[in-house]
């Protein structure tokens, strides 16, 4: 085991030799009979307990221990007097940072405890220093952003990464709110409570704003940063911007469900005009033979004419359904009227409202709109036993506003990805960049919030930077 390397300074001769007397066994000892000496010997070996006398001629124990601090700090400093003298051990805490005072004559036994003790701090004080160091390293070098903030969410550090993230110099980024960057006042309220109340919050999903208009999409981890004594000094935050990895996801979520209803499409054009046709011209068969069948025949022909005429407008609702005529024909507008109007809803009175005229060339946005409604009032029909669905369209600050509402017994949101086709809603909202808020219980009924960022031309995904 390695021994504790311990330096004793004093002017007297005979107290360093019978300290060395005393020690050698336990501890590496070395001796100093001046200021001199005892800075040559940290200079040239690792000490790591110093213990030095009071009175000494050219500077005190005090004096000397303060001269070190700065190219020395790490050894713990035990101070040696032979006198009661109050301003001398105040100076030692405050100039010093004197660990232990002991009073001359030492007790051989307690002065082994104190330097034992001692080498216990260094040790502690040795890792912390190690992980300090780590962790500065990590600090400064993580690509991710790191901020610290205080209790009044001003930013007081930071790394590189985050002057890279928010798009700034270092001066403007210091002292200036987290809140600041984060305009989503609800995203806001949570990271807020979380952090406060909880004391972390992991890999949180939200919109960080370093530049008017220019979002990016991140994740925050945040968490509490205390003292000894367990009160709060300050928050840490780290942010990784996740803004292309969730264009691509949302890029090829887009793709898949554009791709589901190009096939739905041709699946209803095939069904249309190959089965469609097929069972059309059977029916004008089959109505010939009716006219010349006997009595007899005819009414067994006349209830196939039936079941064939009622196949042919099932069919015909199924080609609906897949893709109303009116949707490529007249817009959006004008197909949700008609969905509203003319969906079976048994005696559910259904409203669509549109706050401002809606028109857009993005077809592929015009049928995954289309499809929400359709889905929305499709389960409301079925599960929320209401009475009323409301459907309302608005242009707001080059968004798209969607709110779904109906007056039903609502639904345990916990639990709405799970099934009731709304994960089909949240979806097709997050494959064209929107948003979308779910609010439901048993008094108010069901509320879908959606907003989509509303442009005339196909997203791209190396320039297209979020808005709204």
């Known amino acids: 085991m390695t021994k504790i ?46 213990i030095s006398d009071q009175r000494m001629p050219d500077m005190t124990g005090v004096e000397f221990f303060e001269s070190i601090i700065d190219l020395y700090p790490n050894p713990i400093r035990i101070l040696l007097t032979g006198y009661s003298d109050i301003k001398a051990v105040e100076d030692a805490i405050n100039k010093g940072e004197v660990y232990r005072f002991i009073n001359k004559p030492w007790n051989e036994f307690e ?8 080498y216990q701090l260094y040790h502690l004080r040795e890792q912390n220093n190690k992980l300090a160091n780590k962790y500065q390293k990590v600090f400064s070098e993580s690509s991710d952003a790191v901020l610290v903030f205080d209790s009044k969410g001003r930013i007081i550090d930071f790394n590189r990464a985050a002057i890279a993230m928010f798009e700034t110099i270092k001066l403007n980024l210091t ?10 006042d609800e995203e806001l309220k949570f990271i807020t409570k979380k952090i406060c ?23 925050i981890s945040a968490n509490k940063i205390c003292n000894n004594y367990g009160d709060v000094v300050s928050y840490q935050a780290v942010i990784r911007d996740v803004t292309k990895r969730t264009n691509m996801q949302q890029m090829l979520l887009k793709t898949a469900i554009i791709s589901q209803d190009k096939e739905r499409a041709r699946i209803s054009r095939d069904l249309h005009d190959g089965i469609g046709q097929t069972l059309l011209g059977i029916k004008f068969q089959l109505n010939q033979l009716v006219e010349d069948a ?15 005429l009622a196949t042919i407008q099932q069919l015909r609702k199924t080609c609906y359904d897949i893709l109303p005529p009116s949707l490529s024909s007249f817009g959006i507008q004008k197909a949700i009227l008609n969905l509203c109007e003319n969906f079976p809803s048994n005696n ?81 909202v997050k494959s064209f960049y929107g948003t979308i808020k779910v609010v439901s219980n048993n008094k108010n009924g069901t509320k879908f919030t959606i907003n989509i960022p509303f442009i005339n031309e196909q997203v791209n995904i190396e320039n297209y930077n979020l808005k709204g």
């Open 111 to 118: 002065l082994k405890v104190t330097i034992e003790n001692a």
């Open 294 to 308: 006997s009595k007899k025949q005819k009414p067994q022909l006349e209830e196939i004419s039936n079941n064939l």
């Open 175 to 184: 002292l200036s709110y987290f809140s600041d960057y984060i305009n989503n």
């Open 197 to 219: 109340e909880e004391g972390i919050l992991d890999n949180y999903e939200c919109k960080i704003s370093p530049k008017v208009r220019h979002k990016k999409i991140c994740l």
């Open 348 to 428: 559910i009175e259904i409203v669509a409202i549109f706050k401002n005229d809606i028109f857009t060339s993005d077809k592929e946005l015009e049928v995954s709109v289309y499809r929400i409604v359709q889905e929305f009032i499709n389960n409301a029909v079925k599960h929320a036993n209401c009475s009323e669905i409301n459907v309302a369209f608005s242009l707001i600050d080059d968004q798209l506003n969607i709110v779904l509402t109906d007056n039903g017994i609502g639904f345990d949101i916990n639990n709405y990805n799970k099934g009731l086709g709304i994960s089909n809603i949240v979806s097709r």
């Open 5 to 50: 390397k311990v330096l004793y300074i004093d002017d007297e001769k005979n107290n360093l030799l019978a300290f060395r007397s005393a020690y050698r066994r336990i501890f590496d000892v070395y001796i100093a009979e001046t200021i001199d000496l005892a800075k040559a010997i940290l200079n040239e070996t690792p000490i790591e307990v110093v």
